[in-house]
């Protein structure tokens, strides 16, 4: 079964940074395409970072240069590191994996079929 523990979100001052952790059971996370998306109140799913099975990584044009994504796979864990954040970053920050196994990533939230419960983040002065 499935399941994912969020971490890392929390309040932040712009140009700071957070990291957040997506710690996976029930699946592995090397042999499919895991990525972050991110909601603010009023708008749509917004596809962050993703990485894909060979390692192949894409972002956002809005975070590309300030966030990077990881993976450990000894720990089964996804990361995002999230350096001179401003406050339009502010969101709920999810983690999802597409249940296929050996694919490319993508950053539409279609392709993706699990999801983590989402944690927040909030940048502000």
């Known amino acids: 079964q499935l399941q994912f523990v969020e971490s890392g979100g929390g309040l932040v001052q712009p140009g700071g940074s957070l990291r957040l952790s997506c710690a996976a059971s029930?699946?592995?996370?090397?042999?499919?395409?895991i990525g972050w998306f991110r909601q603010a109140p009023g708008k749509e799913r917004e596809g962050v970072s993703c990485?894909?099975?060979?390692?192949?990584?894409r972002y956002a044009d809005s975070v590309k240069g300030r966030f990077t994504i990881s993976r450990d796979n000894a720990k089964n864990t996804l990361y995002l590191q999230m350096n001179s954040l401003k406050p339009e970053d502010t969101a709920v920050y999810y983690c999802?994996?597409?249940?296929?196994?050996?694919?490319?990533?993508?950053?539409?939230?279609?392709?993706?079929?699990?999801w983590g419960p989402g944690t927040q983040v909030t940048v502000s002065s």
């Open positions: 999802a994996v597409d249940k296929a196994l050996f694919k490319s990533c993508a950053l539409t939230s279609r392709t993706y079929d699990y």
């Open positions: 029930g699946f592995t996370m090397e042999y499919r395409a």
């Open positions: 990485i894909s099975s060979d390692a192949i990584t």
